[in-house]
């Protein structure tokens, strides 16, 4: 089975300093990797994904997320936060073989508040 | 292109009652999911679709909630008979094929349930 665990599930940040939202996995197959975000009353938009491609993952918005095998995590970054970038965030597995093909898992999500 | 529409985009009934959604994913996309996000979660998935078949519904409860996607097109989501903790947004989201590829998603349902 697969799972998603995101740590934090509020984070804030001043405008201009970095973010870091933090993504964990656990999965019986190499899985594939997305981001998500969700603005209030609106549905997810992907942000980016890995799907085994390469490992450093440019997505839209400036942001960029790293899959680390070893560490089975996915964060997702961005240098400088704007206030635009205030919302939650989804990390998302989806498994390619077995009982988890096609299923896609999310975490519990985060949300990002961006202060002044 | 076109995404994926659902209707309607709220929804208040009484407990007991039934209500229905519905969805419409993009033209040609495979797969179809059906996902219950409640206020402070995220979404959980309660049934996944490959083009008319059931692909995992175990998190489906399955002695309130019924779907259905006829002609691997249209689904609609039913949950009869309400509960309070029903109340939740609904979303449907779509995929070209299984597993690699991005999923799109509706601007969901919300259901309150009074």
């Known amino acids: 089975a697969q799972s998603v665990t995101q740590l934090g599930s509020h984070v804030s940040v001043s405008e201009g300093a970095l973010v870091l939202l933090r993504c964990n996995y656990s999965s019986s197959v190499p899985p594939y990797l997305f981001w998500y975000v969700q603005y209030p009353n609106q549905g997810l938009q992907l942000l980016l994904k890995?799907?085994?491609?390469?490992?450093l993952v440019k997505g839209i918005n400036g942001f960029e997320a790293e899959f680390k095998k070893s560490e089975t995590s996915f964060h997702l970054t961005k240098p400088s936060a704007h206030m635009s970038d205030a919302a939650e965030y989804f990390c998302?597995?989806?498994?390619?073989?077995?009982?988890?093909?096609?299923?896609?898992?999310f975490g519990q999500g985060t949300i990002l508040t961006v202060h002044p | 292109e076109a995404g994926v529409a659902q209707s309607p985009r709220y929804k208040i009934i009484e407990k007991r009652q039934s209500v229905a959604f519905w969805c419409n994913p993009i033209?040609?996309?495979?797969?179809l999911y059906w996902y219950q996000q409640i206020l402070g979660q995220g979404p959980k998935l309660l049934i996944q679709f490959q083009n008319n078949g059931v692909v995992d519904d175990s998190q489906l409860p399955k002695d309130r909630f019924s779907a259905e996607r006829l002609k691997g097109v249209d689904s609609t989501l039913k949950i009869q008979p309400a509960k309070l903790e029903d109340s939740a947004v609904y979303l449907c989201?779509?995929?070209?094929?299984?597993?690699?590829?991005?999923?799109?998603f509706g601007q969901g349902t919300r259901l309150t349930v009074v």
């Open positions: 998302a597995c989806s498994g390619a073989g077995g009982t988890s093909y096609g299923k896609l898992t």
């Open positions: 989201a779509s995929r070209e094929r299984g597993f690699d590829t991005e999923a799109f």
């Open positions: 890995y799907t085994s491609a390469a490992t």
């Open positions: 033209s040609g996309h495979a797969t």
